[in-house]
Structure formats: C-alpha cells, structure tokens
C-alpha cells in the first residue's frame, strides 16, 4: 500500500488547475467518441469483421457504452483512476488493430489516439484533482465527521483528520 500512498501525496502535491482543464477535455473527448461510434455503429463493426470477431455488434455497443460512461465519469472527476484504467486497453487495441492497419488514411487519427492513450496514462497516476466530483465528495464527508455542534465532537477523526494537508484519495 505504501507505493499507492506515496502516488496519491505526490499528485496532490503537483496537482496545478491547468491539469484539471485538460482532464475535462479528455472526458469530452472520449464522450464525444462514443456518441461517434453510436451514431456510426456500421463502421466499427467493419472494423471487428476485418479482424474476425464474430459478434462485432455486441463488442461495438460496449466500446461505445465504455466511451460515454468512462468519458462522462472523467470530466465531473469520479473514480478517475479506474475509469483511465478501463480504458487504456480499449485505446492500445485501437492503435495496434485499427489505427496502424489504416496506413496513411488514418495517421491523423493515429496521433490523436496516441494523444488520448498518453493522457489516460497520465490521469491514471495523477488523478482527478481538487476541481472534481471526488474531491467535493471527501471533502464533505470530511466537514461531517468532524462537525463541530455534535456532542460528541472530539476534534477531528481518524478518517477525517483535520489538518490542511490530509491525504485525499
């Protein structure tokens, strides 16, 4: 557990706001994709046809599915980690299968994917960061368990500590 707690304090430590901009994007993007692949189901199916996956439907409404879901999770900036996770996968098959098959007709979407696994990459160790749906959320539990007017108010605990520099998950 001590190589996870020591990524969380370094990404609070260097989290700037910039990166919490460039988080959004790539949730958009991702959702945008996956409206994309909706709206052009065929296409994709093609795609799985010409690599032999015989319910390409199927596999093309979960690739979609995951993009809105994974998309949505990591522009409000919840579950970040696992969404960027979920999706690493989903991109290298994307490059190796798709992207580097098309040969110069998609180099554009090739660096653009390239782009995208990097930044999952990079969400995935830094996190989501202070403007997230996730940081409002431990940060109120955190005002609960350490509400003042309780009776039986000790001055913090151990799941909410009071000092400023508390490790955020």
Same mark, same amino acid.
């Given at each position: 557990m001590a190589p996870f707690e020591r990524l969380e304090r370094w990404s609070e430590k260097h989290h700037a706001p910039w990166m919490d901009?460039?988080?959004?994007?790539?949730g958009l993007i991702l959702t945008v994709k996956g409206?994309? @692949?909706?709206?052009?189901t065929s296409s994709l199916v093609r795609i799985l046809a010409s690599f032999g996956v015989e319910d390409g439907v199927f596999i093309a409404h979960v690739i979609a599915?995951?993009?809105? @879901?994974?998309? @949505?999770?990591i522009s409000i900036g919840l579950a970040t980690r696992l969404c960027c996770l979920i999706e690493?996968?989903?991109l290298l098959g994307a490059i190796f299968f798709v992207n580097l098959n098309t040969k110069s007709e998609g180099a554009l979407e090739l660096i653009f994917s390239i782009i995208v696994l990097?930044?999952?990459? @990079?969400?995935f160790l830094a996190g989501s960061g202070r403007f997230s749906a996730?940081?409002?959320?431990?940060?109120s539990k955190r005002s609960r368990l350490t509400d003042e007017s309780r009776k039986d108010y000790k001055g913090g605990s151990p799941v909410a500590p009071m000092d400023k520099d508390a490790?955020?998950?």
């Open positions: 901009v460039l988080r959004i994007l790539l409206f994309m @692949f909706i709206a052009d599915i995951l993009h809105l @879901f994974t998309g @949505f999770l690493i996968p989903v990097f930044l999952l990459a @990079f969400f996730y940081y409002y959320l431990i940060n490790n955020i998950l």
